[in-house]
């Protein structure tokens, strides 16, 4: 089984696309990727989380606005954004959970690391945000 998911795990990594040489980087901004799946791959951080930030919203399919309105007022930004991306992947991406399952592990590894008292109040805002029904015990929290 970890095999199959490494295995899977580096066939995603190979499709992150090379948008610029080396010498073409200084002449022209950097381009958004165009797979979500593939742009919220290449968002998280080491330690398993997302920042709360414009590519991570676009990724989603909303705006910077629209996420931020969204946020529970007494959480974490970093606790927001991957609890988002955490219940974008299980509500839109299921068909290829293999090849996102290990970073959704780091994701809620470091997610219980936080010790979040609002966790069942965030995967609510982030549903009804999201448009998705997804349980908090889906996510491994």
């Not at 970093?78 to 509500?91: D, N, P, S, Y």
């Not at 590894?109 to 965030?122: D, F, H, I, K, M």
């Not at 995967?123 to 997804?134: F, I, P």
């Amino acid at each position: 089984m970890l095999c199959s998911c490494v295995s899977s795990l580096i066939y995603l990594l190979t499709l992150i696309p090379v948008i610029f040489s080396p010498a073409d980087e200084a002449a022209a901004p950097q381009q958004p990727l165009r797979e979500p799946l593939l742009q919220l791959v290449s968002l998280q951080k080491a330690s398993g989380s997302w920042m709360l930030d414009a590519p991570l919203a676009s990724a989603l399919g909303k705006t910077s606005d629209e996420v931020e309105k969204s946020k529970p007022a007494s959480v974490n930004k970093e606790v927001w954004a991957t609890i988002l991306a955490l219940i974008w992947r299980h509500g839109f991406k299921m068909d290829v959970k293999e090849e996102w399952e290990l970073l959704a592990m780091k994701a809620a590894s470091w997610l219980r690391a936080q010790n979040g008292p609002c966790v069942t109040e965030c995967v609510e805002a982030g549903n009804a945000l999201l448009g998705c029904s997804v349980q908090k015990d889906a996510l491994g929290l």
